[in-house]
């Protein structure tokens, strides 16, 4: 999704929305990123000379320092792509790069749920799980661009992502009924009262406690931020998550650390990015 704020953080406009199609060659993925920021400005009646700067949240891993995509399974035909200096030379005006997830978590933590929080951790739910740490109003890059990168930590016979996410959802509820459901199926399920997907819920709120509590006992951040597509779920994974984070915590946090939702829903990401520009103005 392409769109605008201003330095206020009102989105100008309707947000442009534009299917990356990581399979295509890059010519073909970087015509629509421009054709995307093009299609705004027309839209809002701008030219380039309007705009400050173009911030991209990219699917990673990247290399923050030269502004290339690394090699990202997502983006096959983009493996060490320099994207940053591609979009740069096409507008001719500063352009800034960072990770998808940091750009919704920084995003929230500017303009959105955790505007007056000074320390945040954030998690992304979706096909997989992402993480971010702003401090200070400051993205936490780490010495490599990838603090919390957290996925491929090591838990129970796998990975984290295995189970916290959607194809985790998925797997809890095969592992209770034998059958297969998407996320959005055993969410569906849930709210009709199945008691199986309510289970899965239970369990997957469960294993969400875990890198929750890492974060908190790491970072020991004033708030938690959950966005992303399951936290549609949230009613039904909220209890358990937080019957266990609590016993998982140190006693001080466990009094007064919350977990909030993110309440800028898509916009998250391209206002997050957008802060990357207003960071550098």
Not at 31 to 57: A, C, F, P, Q, Y
């Amino acid at each position: 999704m392409t769109g605008a704020i201003n330095s206020e953080g009102k989105v100008l406009g309707s947000p442009v929305k534009v299917p990356t199609v990581g399979t295509d060659s890059s010519e073909s993925v970087v015509k629509r990123v421009t054709g995307s920021v093009e299609k705004t400005m027309t839209d809002l009646n701008l030219t380039i000379n309007d705009v400050e700067g173009i911030g991209i949240g990219s699917t990673g891993p990247l290399d923050l320092d030269t502004g290339f995509i690394l090699e990202c399974p997502q983006l096959p035909n983009m493996h060490f792509f320099p994207l940053r200096k591609t979009i740069q030379d096409h507008f001719g005006i500063p352009v800034y790069l960072n990770n998808d997830a940091n750009c919704l978590i920084y995003g929230e933590s500017i303009f959105g749920a955790a505007a007056d929080k000074k320390s945040v951790v954030g998690f992304t739910l979706g096909t997989g799980i992402g993480c971010a740490v702003v401090l200070n109003k400051k993205i936490l890059n780490g010495s490599t661009g990838t603090a919390g990168e957290i996925w491929p930590i090591p838990y129970q016979s796998g990975i984290i992502e295995d189970i916290v996410s959607g194809g985790g959802v998925s797997k809890i509820y095969n592992n209770i009924t034998g059958s297969d459901k998407t996320s959005y199926e055993v969410f569906n399920l849930a709210a009709e009262g199945d008691r199986d997907a309510i289970q899965t819920w239970n369990e997957f709120g469960t294993h969400l406690a875990v890198p929750i509590a890492w974060s908190i006992n790491l970072i020991d951040p004033e708030v938690i931020i959950l966005g992303g597509s399951i936290t549609s779920a949230y009613p039904f994974f909220k209890d358990s998550m937080e019957e266990h984070l609590r016993k998982w915590i140190c006693p001080v946090p466990a009094e007064r650390t919350k977990v909030i939702l993110a309440k800028l829903g898509d916009h998250a990401g391209f206002i997050g990015a957008a802060c990357l520009v207003l960071e550098n103005i």
